[in-house]
């Protein structure tokens, strides 16, 4: 079966660093998004990896392994707005989004 | 601010009701979908449409009825649930359908449903 694993919580430092991990078994691999969700709000987009390696953008980075069947979105400088769910999603061989659980990463003051 | 609007935000219904969900989307997107989200579960596709024909049903049960009257509007109607469908129902549309890879989606803020 298909499968997409990542922590269930994770409580970090305002100011900090934190890596949230993604791992993935899936049927084929076409690309992986991270997604943040604010409680009540609806999902938004961040990052898609189809490549190897890391891909930059501002305080937020993410990582793939393919070889690994691996992600992980770091986030650097923390801020209380950051306390949010990051979903990690994999498209398979055919195209269609496999989701992960979810995330729920709470900063601390 | 979103391209993605969803009504009701809240609905509260039981379980010999008939009630409908809207969504519509403001970005010219083609595919539009229905998810289901539970809490700490993975997100559930229930519906793709793309250019208006639905292309994707993932086996869901019959009390769940989708229309797409056009690729800016999407529906789920809604009639004899019961207290499991109690969840979180995500809209998301997207460019084109879900035939390729950087297609991203972009979601509603849902409709929190309570079957009592």
């Known amino acids: 079966g298909q499968n997409i694993d990542q922590p269930t919580e994770m409580t970090a430092t305002e100011g900090a660093i934190v890596q949230i991990n993604c791992t993935y078994q899936t049927s084929g691999f076409n690309g992986l998004f991270w997604y943040q969700q604010h409680a009540g709000e609806a999902p938004t987009f961040l990052s898609y990896?189809?490549l190897d390696g890391l891909e930059e953008k501002g305080r937020f980075s993410s990582f793939l392994s393919r070889s690994k069947g691996y992600s992980y979105l770091l986030l650097k400088e923390l801020q209380m707005k950051d306390s949010a769910s990051y979903l990690c999603a994999v498209k398979d061989s055919n195209y269609q989004l496999i989701w992960g659980a979810g995330t729920k990463l709470i900063i601390k003051p | 601010e979103t391209g993605v609007t969803q009504t009701p935000r809240h609905l509260v219904m039981g379980m010999t009701n008939k009630k409908s969900l809207k969504c519509e989307q403001h970005l010219g997107h083609n595919a539009m979908y229905w998810y289901k989200q539970s809490a700490k579960k993975p997100l559930e596709l229930m519906f793709v449409y793309s250019l208006e024909e639905r292309v994707e049903n993932n086996s869901v049960p019959s009390r769940f009825s989708p229309e797409c009257p056009n690729s800016s509007h999407l529906f789920l109607h809604l009639h004899t649930l019961q207290p499991e469908d109690s969840a979180l129902y995500l809209c998301?549309?997207?460019?084109?359908?879900?035939?390729?890879?950087?297609?991203?989606?972009?979601f509603g803020p849902g409709t929190r449903l309570l079957v009592l």
């Open positions: 998301a549309s997207s460019q084109g359908g879900s035939s390729t890879g950087q297609e991203t989606q972009y």
């Open positions: 990896n189809v």
